[in-house]
C-alpha cells in the first residue's frame, strides 16, 4: 500500500489520475466532485489536487490543496472530467477527457491529449492550451480507443498509453490490444501532425493481470523499496470512517464521445488493485530497452 484514500476521507470515489512528484507529494484528480471542507471547498473532477502526506503506506495522513482549477481555463461540462493527466517533459500539464473538450484555443476528442502552458496554478488557474497528441492522427478513432492512462518519459518524450478497451493504433507501424495492456509511442512530431512508432510494452493477460488499468506510473532504474508505486488505485474503504461527500455528475451520452467503454468504466471504480509489477516479464521483444 502506497497511498490509502479512505484514510485520508477520499473513499467515495475512484482516483482515475495521479502523478507522484520527487518531493513525495501526489497530484490526483478523481472520477466525481468531492466536497472537502474549508478553505479548500468543493473539488471537481475537472480539477487535480496536491496531497501532500506527513505519512504514507497502510496508515495514510496529510493535507490536500488545489493544484490545478479546470474551470478557470475552460473546463466547465461534466464530461470534461480529466481521466488522465501526466507532464511533457518540459513540465507542462497534459490531460486527456473521458468525452469531447472544448477550451480556449483548441478542441479535442476523448482520444486526444491537449498541452496546457501555465502561468498560474492553484486557485486562480491562468494559462493557454494546444493540441499536443492527435489520437485520430495514428488511429485511434473507435469508442473503445480512448486514452485512458498516461505516463511520460522526460528523457525521451515517449509516451506510454492505455487505452479504454480494445485498440489498434496505426502510424510508422501498428500495435494492437485491450485495457489491461501498455503501449508506448516514440513521437516522430506531436501536435496537428502527430506520427509514433509504437511498441507493445506490458501485456496484462501474460502476467494474468486482467483488470483495468485506469492510472499508472513507470519507475526506470533499480526497484526499490523507496520507488516501488501502484498500477491502479481505487474506491476501497472501511465504512467506520467517515468520508468527504461526493456529488454525482452523471454522464452526458448525447456526447458521441461517452459510451459503453465509459460506462464500464466507471462501474470499475469499486474495485482495488495494487499490483507491483516486476520488469523483468514486461518485454515482449528482447530488441527494446526496458523500462
Known amino acids: 500500500m502506497v497511498f490509502d484514500g479512505s484514510d485520508v476521507k477520499v473513499g467515495r470515489t475512484d482516483l482515475d489520475a495521479f502523478f507522484i512528484n520527487d518531493d513525495g507529494s501526489i497530484l490526483m484528480s478523481f472520477v466525481h466532485p468531492i466536497n472537502f471542507p474549508a478553505p479548500l471547498g468543493k473539488v471537481d473532477d475537472s480539477d487535480i489536487v496536491r496531497f501532500i502526506p506527513t505519512q504514507l503506506g497502510g496508515t495514510t495522513a496529510g493535507t490536500f490543496e488545489l493544484y490545478f482549477d479546470g474551470s478557470d481555463v475552460g473546463l466547465a461540462t461534466g464530461n470534461e472530467d480529466i481521466d ?14 473521458y468525452g469531447r473538450v472544448n477550451v480556449p484555443g483548441v478542441s479535442g476528442r476523448d482520444e486526444d491529449l491537449l498541452i496546457f502552458t501555465a502561468t498560474s496554478f492553484g486557485d486562480n488557474t491562468q494559462g493557454t492550451w494546444a493540441l499536443y497528441f492527435d489520437g485520430s492522427d495514428v488511429d485511434l478513432t473507435q469508442g473503445s480507443e480512448d486514452v485512458n492512462a498516461l505516463f511520460v518519459h522526460a528523457p525521451t518524450g515517449d509516451l506510454y498509453l492505455v487505452a479504454r478497451a480494445n485498440y ?20 516522430q512530431s506531436l501536435g496537428d501532425t502527430t506520427v509514433c512508432t509504437f511498441a507493445n510494452i506490458f501485456n496484462g493477460d501474460a502476467v494474468r493481470f ?7 506510473m513507470v519507475i526506470f532504474g533499480p526497484i526499490t523499496a523507496n520507488n516501488v508505486t501502484t498500477v491502479q488505485s481505487a474506491d476501497l474503504f472501511n465504512d467506520d470512517l467517515p468520508q468527504y461527500e461526493v456529488d454525482t455528475d452523471d454522464l452526458d451520452f448525447t456526447d458521441d464521445d461517452v459510451d459503453e467503454f465509459d460506462a464500464a468504466q466507471e462501474a470499475d471504480n469499486t474495485q482495488l488493485l495494487l499490483p507491483i509489477i516486476n520488469n523483468a516479464v514486461i518485454a515482449r521483444d528482447t530488441s527494446l530497452p526496458l523500462p
Open 168 to 187: 489498434t493504433a496505426v502510424s510508422n507501424n501498428s500495435v494492437s490490444g485491450d485495457y489491461n495492456d501498455i503501449f508506448r509511442c516514440t513521437p
Open 84 to 97: 488522465t493527466f501526466g507532464f511533457a517533459p518540459d513540465g507542462r500539464l497534459l490531460i486527456s477527457t
Open 210 to 216: 486482467f483488470k483495468r488499468i485506469d492510472a499508472f
